[in-house]
């Protein structure tokens, strides 16, 4: 029960347990920074090797160490402690490293002593509502704190101020091949292209295609689409399979959507089924929850 109830409050309660410290300063004239609790020497801190943000842009970390070589840091690194004199950064990675090229010795701090949970839950939650990871980063982050912690999609929708549709889609992009995140990762890719590869036979070299052509989102849904009409037309032959057409998988695409599951449906004239599978418990009653709400 407590971690349940730590889980829905983790939104809402995010800024009073970092103390609103990390947030960008307003613009009006009245605005002051937050007080650090003390100043640290760098390299007693380390960052935190669970953070989900893995990509920082080199010529924004050198923008920042030169308002950090003029201004100092405005805004105190979150951190906690790991042992006596050490600490690991909560929030607060990316003025950690252009602190050192700025080759500051020391930096101001605000401590925070939470556990591992606790720690991870902060980091994903506050690159989400600042925007800062990557779409492929951010789906790694929901699918860690699903398996570590047990969340449930809509727990996540609830924490990160999403729907669950949004949560959804994101982890959906986790079943593409290594080389398709990799254009995700580098930006060559937008989320909403690889989204719509998802379901296609070969999702790589599709990527490959939207990527040398510039192709535009809309662009790439109907490549998608002509591929999973292909997929779905009868194969002539001397053993000729039935396939499904391409509206039973565009309905199985968007209940899997609506989902966050894998939605199988197998259809004929006389009826048919729907098999939706699930990986653990908490997906089963977040399946049985919905059902009961019909």
């Known amino acids: 029960m407590n971690d349940d109830l730590s889980k829905r409050r983790l939104g809402r309660g995010l800024a009073a347990l970092i103390g609103e410290m990390d947030q960008p300063l307003p613009v009006d004239s ?36 030169s308002s950090i070589r003029q201004h100092g840091i405005v805004q105190p690194v979150v951190v906690r402690t790991l042992a006596v ?34 720690a991870l839950e902060i980091a994903i939650v506050e690159n989400v509502q600042r925007s800062d990871l990557n779409a492929l980063e951010e789906a790694l982050g929901y699918e860690q704190l699903i398996a570590e912690y047990g969340y449930t999609q809509n727990d996540l929708g609830e924490i990160i101020g999403k729907s669950r549709s949004h ?6 992009l986790l079943k593409l091949p290594e080389p398709v995140r990799d254009l995700l990762a580098a930006g060559s890719l937008s989320a909403g292209h690889a989204r719509a590869l998802v379901p296609t036979s070969d999702p790589a070299t599709l990527a490959r ?16 689409q002509n591929d999973i009409k292909a997929q779905s037309e009868p ?22 959507d609506t989902l966050g599951l894998d939605v199988t449906i197998s259809h004929k004239t006389t009826g048919g089924q729907i098999r939706i599978s699930y990986k653990s418990l908490e997906q089963l009653e977040e399946i049985c929850r919905l059902l009961e709400r019909r």
């Open 167 to 172: 949560v959804a889609n994101s982890l959906r």
């Open 85 to 118: 004199g050490q600490y690991e950064i909560i929030a607060g990675e990316r003025r950690w490293r252009a602190a050192q090229l700025a080759g500051l010795v020391e930096i101001p701090v605000i401590v925070r002593d939470v556990d591992d949970k606790t």
């Open 209 to 224: 295609t939207i990527v040398s052509k510039g192709m535009s989102v809309r662009d790439a849904e109907r490549l998608a």
């Open 30 to 65: 009245d605005s002051r920074p937050v007080s650090a609790d003390r100043l640290i020497p760098i390299e007693f801190i380390a960052r935190n090797p669970r953070n989900p943000r893995r990509s920082f842009d080199d010529a924004e970390l050198h923008d920042l160490a």
């Open 235 to 256: 194969k002539l032959g001397a053993r000729q399979r039935d396939q499904k057409d391409s509206d039973t998988v565009a309905l199985e695409r968007t209940l899997s």
